[in-house]
């Protein structure tokens, strides 16, 4: 929904699968190889012929991984984070919380096995630092990533910014929900953010 929007209105999108996922290859660690490939995917639109300015668009693990590699990276001109968790730990505790520690702490240590690393940088550690056009979008029925962590991340952030609740959608479900409002408030973001 996202590439056909943003195309439909003139912009150009890389979409790619981070490693593990789709149809690349390697594994998911919810680290340094999703934030490498993120980087390498910069640094080729930053090489590619015809592209003045670049934004990021990430969804939940996505979001996770653009708002630990933005406010480093000054080619990423402007950020959309959807779905966003503050803090990959607390959602791991929040997702898994069903069973008290007995699911919590299986589901962390299974993370920490598959590459996961808590001294990493958490986005509610390293947003304060983007100070570039963002945009944070949430459903205000999702029930995967508490609110808490929208308001958290959006009161760090330094500005401008944005931030959309939208009413009655889950984790992702944007398009499906607000279809003419979702494509619209992307694009005019990028717009404002990249074509000013």
Not at 78 to 89: D, K, M, Q, R, S
Not at 139 to 166: C, M, N, Q, Y
């Amino acid at each position: 929904m996202e590439i056909r929007d943003l195309t439909g209105r003139g912009f150009g999108v890389l979409a790619y699968d981070e490693p593990g996922c789709g149809e690349s290859g390697g594994r998911v660690t919810w680290g340094h190889s999703e934030r490498a490939a993120l980087g390498a995917a910069v640094g080729w639109l930053t090489r590619a012929r015809g592209v003045a300015h670049v934004g990021v668009l990430g969804f939940s693990q996505g979001s996770f991984i653009a708002a630990q590699v933005a406010p480093d990276d000054p080619r990423i001109e402007a950020l959309v984070l959807e779905g966003a968790i503050a803090n990959f730990t607390e959602a791991t505790w929040q997702e898994f919380r069903r069973w008290g520690p007995l699911s919590r702490w299986p589901a962390y240590l299974g993370r920490r096995v598959a590459g996961y690393a808590p001294s990493d940088p958490q986005p509610d550690e390293v947003l304060a630092r983007f100070n570039r056009p963002l945009l944070i979008i949430r459903g205000d029925a999702d029930r995967a990533v508490p609110s808490s962590h929208t308001e958290r991340l959006f009161a760090l952030a330094p500005g401008p910014k944005e931030r959309w609740i939208i009413p009655g959608a889950d984790h992702g479900n944007y398009a499906a929900v607000a279809p003419v409002q979702y494509a619209e408030r992307l694009a005019a973001f990028f717009e404002r953010a990249l074509l000013r």
